[in-house]
T-cell receptor, first 114, second 115 residues
């Protein structure tokens, strides 16, 4: 199993550009989520999905869109990048999203917005 | 509501000495508690978790944590630090009965291990 994979590893954007961060998992997990990590703030939840076709907002959803057309994939879209979105983005998955489930994290995408 | 406070942003120990990383939590519901480790430029790896069984939880690489409800604490310990333990550590809380998978992260503790 590859686990949770993310592409790209690094990305530089100009303000106003759009892009999609890719996330895939091969563990047949129902639950997937996106976090951003900023210095001194831990990780904060952006969006999550409890299954194909179902998504919901987390703590910091503004400026981001998600969709879940398959169990395996959960892309994160930045519609119009802003410098405040410079961060490290992590995708995670777990079996069903229960409060006791272990969540598995991808290696992260480091995004810089100029 | 849930929240997590990691009491030290930076901890420095010598190799071979004990490690103590402190975490206090607040939760309106029965919590699940986790410790994750992040090595430089890597993703997060689960060290251990508490979900309601034994209050003393053993994890990987010799780490353990004790859930103390009366003190609302979940401190991480290791008897003898190794150079490879140098990393950032996150204490995390979720609602045990939840089905939304939401995790609340502490701000992180950077562990430095000196030779």
């Amino acid at each position: 199993n590859a686990g949770v994979t993310q592409t790209p590893k690094f990305q530089v954007l100009k303000t106003g550009q759009s892009m999609t961060l890719q996330c895939a998992q091969d563990m047949n997990h129902e639950y997937m989520s996106w976090y951003r990590q900023d210095p001194g703030m831990g990780l904060r939840l952006i969006h999550y999905s409890v299954g194909a076709g179902i998504t919901d907002q987390g703590e910091v959803p503004n400026g981001y869109n998600v969709s879940r057309s398959t169990t395996e994939d959960f892309p994160l879209r930045l519609l119009s990048a802003a410098p405040s979105q410079t961060s490290v983005y992590f995708c995670a998955s777990s079996y069903q999203g229960h409060g006791t489930d272990t969540q598995y994290f991808g290696p992260g995408t480091r995004l810089t917005v100029l | 509501a849930q929240s997590v406070t990691q009491l030290d942003s930076h901890v420095s120990v010598s190799e071979g000495t004990p490690v103590l990383l402190r975490c206090n939590y607040s939760s309106s519901y029965s919590p699940s508690l986790f410790w994750y480790v992040q090595h430089p430029n890597k993703g997060l790896q689960l060290l251990l978790k508490y979900t309601s069984a034994a209050t003393l939880v053993k994890g990987i690489n010799g780490f353990e944590a004790e859930f103390k409800k009366s003190e609302t604490s979940f401190h991480l310990t290791k008897p003898s630090a190794h150079m490879s333990d140098a990393a950032e550590y996150f204490c995390v809380v979720s609602v045990r009965s939840s089905n939304t998978g939401k995790l609340i992260f502490g701000q992180g503790t950077t562990l430095q291990v000196k030779p």
